[in-house]
């Protein structure tokens, strides 16, 4: 258990749907990311939060958006769902955002789009 | 943009054969992250390698960076089937703050 929690587990809906998912970091973790896994596919970076602000930004559509709250848990908004957006959504945290930093990953959310 | 290519991408083995997966970077890293992911599991990290020509030891497992930390490996040696899974490696994106991670090598061992 990396103590690191994403909730719903599983979440199917149909296309043109909006969709959120949510993550509680680590205890005492500061940064959040959020990762996409599709089937047999490795981790493509979507988006990073520092203690509330955005820190870096990877490949995250315009209808996806994320923030992070002042009490540390964050939410990723996927809207407009198409059926490419089914994939494993993994959530990560870690004590200081920065690269060197070891990062702990949570259970992650399969999204399934019909 | 930097990549971090990853080969093989599959890779079967007998138990007790070893078992090697390669990281190469199209920039200079700072440092290398490992980790590993097992079927139906979460990423956990494995280690962190800094230095030039840096190798680490965990059991079985030897990581090494490459003297112009531009590559990096994981050696297993004779696998068992507890290490089955998916094994990134993850470098420093060069634009930011964010890491990069491979596209994976999975590893299946027979019995």
């Known amino acids: 258990d990396s103590g690191v929690t994403q909730t719903p587990k599983h979440l199917i809906t149909a296309t043109g749907q909006r969709v959120t998912l949510r993550c509680s970091p680590r205890?005492?973790?500061?940064?959040v990311y959020w990762y996409q896994q599709s089937l047999d596919q490795g981790l493509q970076f979507l988006i990073q939060y520092y203690n509330g602000e955005e820190r870096a930004k990877g490949n995250i559509l315009e209808r996806f958006s994320a923030q992070q709250f002042p009490d540390l848990h964050s939410e990723l908004n996927l809207s407009s769902l198409e059926l490419g957006d089914s994939a494993l959504y993994f959530c990560?945290?870690?004590?200081?955002?920065?690269?060197?930093?070891?990062?702990?990953f949570g259970p992650g959310t399969r999204l399934t789009v019909l | 943009g930097q990549q971090v290519m990853q080969i093989p991408q599959y890779q079967h083995v007998q138990e007790g054969e070893d078992f090697t997966t390669y990281c190469n970077s199209s920039t200079t890293l700072s440092n290398i992250q490992w980790y590993k992911q097992r079927p139906g599991g979460h990423p956990v990290f494995l280690i962190q390698l800094v230095k030039s020509g840096e190798v680490k030891k965990q059991k079985r497992l030897t990581f090494q960076f490459g003297e112009a930390k531009k590559n990096s490996s994981l050696h297993i040696t004779a696998t068992q089937t507890t290490d089955v899974g998916t094994y990134f490696c993850?470098?420093?994106?060069?634009?930011?703050?964010?890491?990069?991670f491979g596209g994976g090598t999975r590893l299946m061992v027979k019995p």
């Open positions: 205890s005492g973790d500061l940064s």
């Open positions: 990560a945290s870690s004590a200081s955002g920065g690269v060197t930093d070891e990062q702990f």
């Open positions: 993850a470098g420093p994106h060069n634009a930011g703050n964010m890491l990069t």
